[in-house]
């Protein structure tokens, strides 16, 4: 499967973007999909994960209440929905895919090439 993701830009704290990943490929339905990010200068860290009917999600701590992951499989497409942006979510964001619901970035076998995230104090 092959990804990519959209929707980066420049927000002021508080504010709200929307992330999409659109896949390419017949099998987006059987992967789980995830969101992670990495600033400058630190691992890249995991975000949030749906699974691949959209039953079950998952999300770091430091998004969870603020952040909402949700998928299309008609439309190959899994969104990350960010709100009350804080300057420490800058970072670029990245979409993977992997069969199975999982957190760790060394799981996920399929990644998108990444979009960046940058929110003003």
């Known amino acids: 499967v092959q990804l990519q993701a959209s929707g980066g830009g420049l927000v002021q704290a508080g504010g709200s973007l929307r992330l999409s990943c659109a896949a390419s490929g017949r099998t987006f339905s059987s992967y789980a999909m995830g969101w992670f990010r990495q600033a400058p200068g630190k691992e890249r860290e995991f975000v949030a994960a749906?699974?691949?009917?959209?039953?079950?999600?998952s999300y770091a701590d430091s998004v969870k209440g603020r952040f909402t992951i949700s998928r299309d499989n008609a439309k190959n497409t899994v969104a990350l929905q960010m709100n009350s942006l804080k300057p420490e979510d800058t970072a670029v964001y990245y979409c993977?895919?992997?069969?199975?619901?999982?957190?760790?970035?060394?799981?996920?076998?399929?990644w998108g090439q990444g979009t960046q995230v940058t929110v003003s104090s």
């Open positions: 993977a895919a992997k069969v199975g619901l999982g957190y760790s970035v060394a799981s996920y076998p399929h």
């Open positions: 749906i699974s691949w009917s959209g039953g079950s999600t």
